[in-house]
């Protein structure tokens, strides 16, 4: 449900000119690639390390 989720943000974003169909299939392959190579987990920990400092700063 996750690489879906995520993969429905990207063909959201996605520039036209692919079906629907494409442009999911593409993300996912690229979400799934994301989580696999550990890059999903990196930028989170960048993300939870932005909003700390954010928050901390506050």
């Known amino acids: ?3 879906l989720n995520a993969a429905a943000v ?3 974003v ?4 692919a079906s629907l ?4 299939s593409a ?3 690229r979400c799934a690639e ?9 930028t989170l920990d960048r993300w939870v390390t932005a909003s700390r400092s954010v928050y901390a700063g506050a």
């Open 10 to 12: 990207l063909a959201a």
């Open 14 to 17: 996605s520039v036209p000119g």
């Open 27 to 29: 993300a996912v392959a």
């Open 21 to 24: 169909v494409e442009q999911l």
């Open 34 to 42: 994301a989580v696999d190579s550990a890059a999903a987990r990196a």
């Open 1 to 3: 449900m996750v690489l």
